[in-house]
């Protein structure tokens, strides 16, 4: 799931600014913690309030998508709203793919109401980043543990020289240091070591340089 985290009202206040008539969408999709249809009449009830205080005009309405990253769904869900009214400016609750799709599909400025912050997943109480989309996944050779994005640095081959007690140095030793951790998992199984002790070739940068398209994919097929 992609983990978003919502912009601080003021900054949402003042993009808006300029607008007076605004739809507000949200997004239900992978995106957590999740922000659909109760969180945009709530943001519509907030920017609503603050308009009032100011003795400013402003009209919203809200709806939420399946997934707005997916066209043909935003396409279908949006269209009986905006083939009706006319809107200044879209507010959008999704993460920043579900904004640009939204944007790319729309002539009319659409603005985010979330910061993107990465791709993770819930363990307890927390999310936690789990994958960079390096583009030539590693998990198969690390005990299904990410060093792109659980080490500090990302590296592939192994831990640095700034591990102590098995935390890392960035960070002022909070985290553990991925290659430890990934030591550990490959140590208590069968053939494990071998696997830690394999040199993998330096990353191959050009695999992630943006932007990636899955049309340019070259499938190889020995
Ligand atoms: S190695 Fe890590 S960053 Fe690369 S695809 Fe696998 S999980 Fe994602
Ligand atoms: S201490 Fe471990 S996790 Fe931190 S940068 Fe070095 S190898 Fe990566």
Known sequence: MIITKEKPLEEIYAMLEPH??????????CFQPPRGLKQANLTAKLIQ????????????????????CDDDI?????????????????LSLACGVG??????????????AQNTLFMGSKIGDEFLEKCA???????????GLCPIANCAK???NGPCGGPIDGKCEVGEYKNQCAWI????????RPGGLELFMKFRTPVDYRKRSNPRKSAEEVIEIE
């Open 181 to 188: 951790e990934i030591y550990k998992r490959l140590n208590s």
């Open 74 to 90: 935003t396409v279908s869900t949006l269209r009986p709203i905006l083939d009706d009214e006319q809107f200044d400016a879209i």
């Open 49 to 68: 309030i603050k308009r009032k205080l100011e003795n400013k005009g402003f009209a919203a309405k809200t709806a939420t998508v399946l997934r707005q």
């Open 20 to 29: 007076k008539k605004i739809l507000i969408i949200g997004c239900d999709g």
């Open 133 to 143: 989309a390096c583009g030539d996944c590693l998990l198969g050779y690390t005990g």
């Open 154 to 156: 990302s590296l592939v």
């Open 99 to 112: 904004v640009q799709t939204v944007a790319e599909i729309y002539d009319i400025p659409v603005y985010p």
